[in-house]
């Protein structure tokens, strides 16, 4: 990343000058005033460059005082560099998230919870982009949660081996937020990033909302193997309770791990004319992506299969899942049979 003696190296920031940028890296402090300024200075000629950006990038690596102002300017600026100023706009390019990532990276982490909410934010902002830089967001959650390493451990108030109801919202931003164009269904190396973090935190009192974010998103990416269509991620996603409507039986099993019911999870996976009109549309387009896929099915089942099948005794959430899967699907795949036959 600039530091502030790397500012001003060159020609190309248009409307941002030399001169208030080098005032302030000198005085080592922004105010609410300074950033009126920059705001009319960055956003004046209605494009945000790539100088621009890495100057406001030098600016946030000053060790003073930074004003309440400051984070959102930084984030909204630097957001629309990234996502809004390339064409198509909307869509990441690959070498639009490779800048970003080397801009925000100490040593594969993130450096600061305002660069961490500028990672989550591009995504949410984006229609589209690289899986990767899902991945790598999904990691420094992952970092925190599991080694109690990165900015959202500055704090110190984060628990290594324990996911938080924080941690767990943000998860759920990032696995939200990367449901843009062609990106429907929770991918695999999003499910392999949860599955790590369960097995990490399997034995810790984690907030009960992880739960029900595992259970849905792995259901998400594994429904295709069990005769279901993948819904599309926001579907999935959403906070609905889980048994609000589920037998006795079932609603014991899960009750003991969240506050809420099955109702919401079975509801994602219902035929497009059994759900909300305003998810009509979006139904019919993963309908022909999930057709698509049904050619890995099989190595769908077989990596769930060698990721909750190892010996082991199976993790609550772990049995949630098997038995959504259970009541959920038409028909299961022979590989996961043995499975669900433990939570018969």
Request: glycine residues 8%; hydrophobic residues 45%; aromatic residues 8%.
């Given at each position: 990343?600039?530091?502030?003696?790397?500012?001003?190296?060159?020609?190309?920031?248009?409307?941002?000058?030399?001169?208030?940028?080098?005032?302030?890296?000198?005085k080592n402090r922004i105010t609410a005033e300074d950033v009126v300024m920059l705001r009319r200075e960055v956003f004046g000629d209605g494009v945000v460059t790539r100088s621009e950006a890495e100057a406001l990038f030098a600016l946030d690596a000053i060790e003073?005082?930074?004003?309440?102002?400051?984070?959102?300017?930084?984030i909204e600026a630097v957001t629309d560099f990234i996502v809004h100023q390339e064409k198509p706009a909307g869509y990441i390019s690959q070498d639009?998230?490779?800048?970003?990532?080397?801009?925000?990276?100490?040593?594969?982490?993130?450096?600061?919870?305002?660069?961490?909410?500028?990672?989550?934010?591009?995504?949410?902002?984006?229609?589209?982009?690289?899986?990767?830089?899902?991945?790598?967001?999904?990691?420094?959650?992952?970092?925190?949660?599991?080694?109690g390493k990165g900015p959202l451990m500055h704090g110190g108030k984060l628990v290594p081996g324990l996911i938080a109801k924080a941690e767990v919202e943000l998860l759920r931003r990032i696995l939200y937020a990367?449901?843009?164009?062609?990106?429907?269904?929770?991918?695999?190396?999003?499910?392999?990033?949860?599955?790590?973090?369960?097995?990490r935190t399997a034995a810790a009192n984690n907030d009960p909302s992880w739960n029900d974010l595992f259970v849905?998103?792995?259901?998400?990416?594994?429904?295709?193997?069990?005769?279901?269509?993948?819904?599309?991620?926001?579907?999935?996603?959403r906070r609905d309770s889980?048994?609000?409507?589920?037998?006795?039986e079932i609603g014991g099993?899960?009750?003991?791990?969240?506050?809420?019911?099955?109702?919401?999870?079975?509801?994602?996976y219902c035929a497009p004319g059994d759900i909300e009109s305003e998810w009509e549309s979006k139904n019919k387009a993963a309908e022909a992506l999930a057709r698509r896929a049904e050619t890995i099915d099989a190595g769908e089942a077989k990596w769930l299969a060698e990721r909750i099948g190892s010996g082991?005794?199976?993790?609550?959430?772990?049995?949630?899942?098997l038995t959504l899967i259970k009541h959920a699907s038409p028909e299961i795949h022979p590989v996961l049979k043995p499975l669900i036959d433990k939570v018969a």
């Open positions: 990343m600039l530091g502030p003696s790397d500012v001003w190296m060159g020609n190309e920031m248009g409307e941002l000058k030399s001169a208030p940028v080098a005032e302030l890296a000198a003073g005082d930074k004003c309440a102002e400051w984070p959102d300017f930084f639009n998230a490779d800048w970003l990532v080397r801009a925000i990276s100490r040593d594969g982490m993130v450096d600061s919870l305002t660069e961490l909410e500028l990672l989550v934010h591009v995504l949410e902002k984006a229609k589209s982009s690289p899986s990767g830089l899902c991945a790598y967001a999904l990691e420094q959650v992952a970092h925190a949660v599991n080694d990367h449901g843009g164009d062609g990106n429907i269904a929770i991918t695999r190396a999003e499910a392999e990033m949860l599955f790590k973090i369960n097995e849905k998103a792995i259901a998400n990416f594994v429904m295709c193997s069990a005769g279901y269509e993948a819904p599309i991620r926001d579907v999935a996603l889980f048994l609000d409507q589920a037998d006795p099993f899960f009750g003991r791990m969240v506050s809420g019911g099955l109702a919401g999870i079975m509801e994602a082991r005794p199976l993790h609550e959430n772990e049995r949630a899942l």
